[in-house]
């Protein structure tokens, strides 16, 4: 017989192969079952089972499979894996025979393909054989080169054809995030998560191991009492940072799609868990996305409408690659809008534009634009969303109903000009890895929004208590507060563990722990957004270098204190702030080991005062004009600050460098990793 035709083949192309998992319903019918491929995404069930309501039972295998799995990989495990250029994970025997597809077998699977798989159907040889016999052929050729001495590269040449190996078509629930096995890129402008690089690790290991336990499904919605507490909740809690629904025509909407009835449940349930027995987010979220991939729901923008709720249900921490995240379900928003053409305003003499609910399609583009930004700034992503390409105007006021509280439409229109700011910084920080001077335009364009705030939005704590809060305006300062931080904590090339605090840095950390101790007094944080994890661990950053100050140890250690209680009450609800917390436990227990009684090791005094020697930007900005609303009394580090006639204070950078070189043993375990992704 003709020997076979190999062809070039990568991971990213479909690969149709018999399951080696398949359920008894399935089986018995004949039908492609998907327990496999939903297996390595956390269910325990196939979509045709799920979609029944039915038990699903996996059929035994009778093919032998299992006594391949403790075969010797191909790549030995003493390979290079620091360098990802160098890196590819082993292949055993059985992976690679799903690897290398023979010509008969890509004819005989890929006739309908082809085209996408780049090659020429005329050119495949014809073989009397039948298929059957074809297979068994090809398996004894691999078996006798796969029983040869391991090939010490990983892309394999046999006779005239080439195979690549070196990307992987693992499931999405056993990929790593890029950032978790990448450290190639070194990047000092986001040092959240490589300081907690352990626990976002041990977390990806975990979730590798585990598959979360699954309810069964049960095809009914929620009653009408529960629907109603799902919309209050939905009113008071989500509206200001996705205001998609209308009082209007909510309840037509939920009424005709069962999409949206279950996109609203996973949302509120999570934010607001009633007392009376009801499905979960968990199942409410299930129903929903399948709902969505099926195109079950005809209208796009209640589509639209009911993945935007999905932002507040979050599975699992992004720590591996999953299509559950804030990340994935913004960019499907964003491209489902793009092509729709709403980022782009009708023109006045559009036939059609009396026809288009353009205050509607703001309000969702922009709560995508918003969500976007945060995400580039914490995760150091690219955005998808290029301005320059927008022409759909700002949201306004009379874009909201009138019924409406417009404190809440205000809120939401100053957030997405505040995220306007953030993308923009966080686009120079992912370009810039030097330590180059900060824009002195950005900050400026921070210090006019803060400034722009009218008086009901601006932040109450220049006393000692806080007598009209108001858990929007704190919500909305919390991005405000985290982006100073990050801007004003040294950026070097250095392979320094902790950046240096500024003192922006310092006093917006203060602020932070204040925000956070009004919202622990009044006894709840499930209002807040999942990203307020990622904001607490950059603000603890700054107030673990503060703490080596000795006259601000005691205050420091209060204003972390809340900041640990927070994130340990945000981990009931966002996987990712359980991270944060098992971080912030070891870097305090660590800094007690190396002398965490606050005491700085002997050298020239070391404080704050007005920071004039340190600023980095010297165009004339004051900074103590990014906090209009802190005074003395806002917390303890804030009076050090705010009172330069105490104490004759200043930054010097090489001493505060040589003080937190100490931490420096504290990272050893991470320093083959970088900027590991954190959100949602």
């Known amino acids: 017989m003709s020997a076979p035709l190999w062809l070039q083949f990568t991971g990213q192309q479909p690969k149709r192969k018999r399951a080696e998992l398949a359920c008894i319903a399935c089986h ?236 609203l449940a996973a949302a509120a349930s999570n934010v607001n868990p009633p007392m009376l027995p009801h499905d979960g987010p968990a199942l409410y979220y299930d129903r929903a996305r399948s709902r969505f991939y099926d195109d079950e729901e005809a209208d796009v923008m209640t589509s639209l409408k009911a993945i935007s709720l999905f932002y507040w249900w979050s599975p699992r921490p992004p720590t591996i690659l999953h299509r559950h995240s804030s990340w994935w379900w913004t960019s499907v928003v964003i491209r489902h809008c793009q092509q729709l053409g709403v980022h782009r305003e009708p023109a006045l003499n559009h036939p059609l534009r009396q026809q288009i609910d353009l205050s509607l399609r703001r309000r969702i583009w922009w709560t995508a634009f918003a969500r976007e930004r945060l995400t580039a700034l914490c995760q150091n992503k690219p955005c998808v969303i290029d301005p320059e390409d927008c022409t759909l105007s700002e949201p306004t006021l009379e874009d909201f109903p009138n019924s409406l509280n417009k404190t809440k439409a205000e809120v939401f229109i100053y957030w997405v000009r505040l995220c306007a700011i953030i993308g923009r910084v966080a686009k120079y920080l992912a370009r810039n890895c030097t330590a180059a001077p900060f824009p002195v335009q950005l900050a400026r364009e921070l210090i006019d929004w803060v400034s722009s705030l009218p008086e009901h939005l601006k932040l109450p704590i220049g006393s000692h208590r806080t007598h009209c809060f108001n858990r929007d305006v704190n919500q909305l300062h919390l991005p405000y507060l985290a982006v100073i931080i990050i801007i004003h904590l040294k950026r070097s090339t250095s392979s320094q563990p902790l950046p240096p605090a500024y003192p922006p840095a310092i006093l917006a950390a203060t602020c932070m722990a204040r925000l956070m101790k009004d919202i622990l007094a009044r006894g709840n944080t499930r209002f807040l957004m999942p990203i307020s994890g990622w904001y607490c661990g950059t603000a603890f950053i700054a107030l673990l270098q503060a703490r080596r100050i000795e006259s601000l140890a005691q205050i420091v250690n209060e204003d972390l204190d809340i900041l640990t209680l927070a994130v340990n009450q945000l981990g009931k609800m966002w996987p990712t702030a359980a991270v944060f917390y098992s971080g912030f436990e070891r870097l305090r227990s660590h800094a007690v080991a190396l002398g965490g009684d606050g005491q700085r090791p002997p050298g020239p005094e070391l404080g704050m005062g007005d920071g004039t020697g340190y600023m980095e930007m010297t165009d004339g900005i004051d900074w103590t004009a990014y906090f209009p609303f802190a005074t003395s009394q806002t917390s303890g580090i804030a009076n050090r600050l705010l009172v330069p006639d105490t104490e004759e204070l200043f930054f010097d950078d090489d001493i505060f460098a040589d003080a937190m070189l100490q931490f420096q043993d504290l990272f050893e375990p991470c320093d083959t990793f970088q900027d590991m992704n954190l959100f949602v």
Not at 74 to 90: F, G, L, V, W
Not at 97 to 106: G, S
Not at 185 to 209: C, K, M, T
């Open 28 to 263: 018995s019918k004949k039908i492609r079952c998907d327990l496999q491929a939903r297996g390595g995404q956390g269910y325990n069930n196939c979509t045709k089972c799920a979609a029944l309501g039915k038990e699903c039972r996996v059929r035994p295998s009778r093919r032998g499979h299992s006594s391949r799995t403790a075969e010797r990989p191909i790549t030995p495990p003493d390979s290079n894996i620091s360098d990802p250029a160098n890196y590819t994970r082993p292949y055993t025997r059985s992976s690679i025979k799903q690897i290398l597809i023979p010509a008969n077998q890509v004819q005989r699977d890929f006739t309908a393909d082809a085209q996408s798989l780049e090659f020429q159907p005329s050119l495949l040889p014809h073989h009397s054989e039948s298929p059957a016999s074809r297979s068994r052929v090809f398996e004894d050729e691999i078996d006798g080169w796969l029983s040869t001495d391991p090939p010490s590269q990983p892309v394999a040449s046999i006779t005239n054809a080439t195979v690549h190996v070196a990307m992987t078509n693992d499931s999405p629930a056993t990929q790593r995030t890029e950032r978790t096995e990448d450290h190639s890129e070194h990047n000092d402008n986001y040092p959240v998560g490589h300081i907690f690089l352990p626990e976002l690790q041990s977390n990806a290991r975990d979730q590798e191991r585990l598959l979360a336990e699954r309810m069964p499904n049960l095809p009914s919605l929620p009653d009408a009492a529960l629907q109603q507490s799902f919309v209050e909740t939905y009113f008071e809690s989500c509206y200001p940072w996705c205001p998609v629904l209308d009082h209007e025509h909510l309840y037509e909407d939920l009424a005709r799609s069962p999409l949206l009835v279950n996109a």
